[in-house]
């Protein structure tokens, strides 16, 4: 037992010492150094003001409306803002008014973009060029 440890000890001793020190030379390289400022200089800053000024549940509503493209149905979005009203805090009667308010905005919104659609395109249009440019 004690030779097969020896051979063990020799064989396997140099190639740990090897990646030993192959480990020390990538960990002391600017490459993680780099990275090291990558996310305390900036991506901490950022999540921090993220997670700071944007409130979820706004977040989730803004995305189920946009990502439907206008096709859902605007008593999902109604549902949507009432659940996210309960989920902040709110009680039935906040929910309902919310979700009322919603469906309300999303059923008339649909009803001029049928009746005009040109004007409801540019209007968007200019909605979005004024957003893109803050």
């Known amino acids: 037992m004690s030779f097969v440890s020896n051979v063990v000890d020799k064989v396997v001793s140099p190639v740990l010492d090897v990646v030993s020190d192959v ?8 490459v993680f150094d780099t990275m090291d400022f990558v996310r305390d200089e900036i991506a901490a800053p950022v999540f921090d003001v993220v997670q700071d000024n944007i409130d979820i549940y706004d977040a989730i509503n803004i995305g189920i409306t946009v990502a439907s493209g206008g096709t859902i149905p605007p008593w999902v979005i109604g549902v949507s803002s009432g659940a996210a009203t309960i989920a902040r805090g709110g009680d039935l009667s906040d929910a309902i008014k919310a979700g009322a308010i919603s469906y309300a905005g999303s059923t008339i919104g649909r009803a001029v973009d049928v009746v005009m659609p040109d004007m409801t ?4 249009a200019q909605v979005l060029t004024r957003l893109l440019a803050i």
């Open 23 to 30: 480990g020390q030379v990538v960990m002391d390289s600017p």
């Open 121 to 124: 395109n540019a209007l968007t």
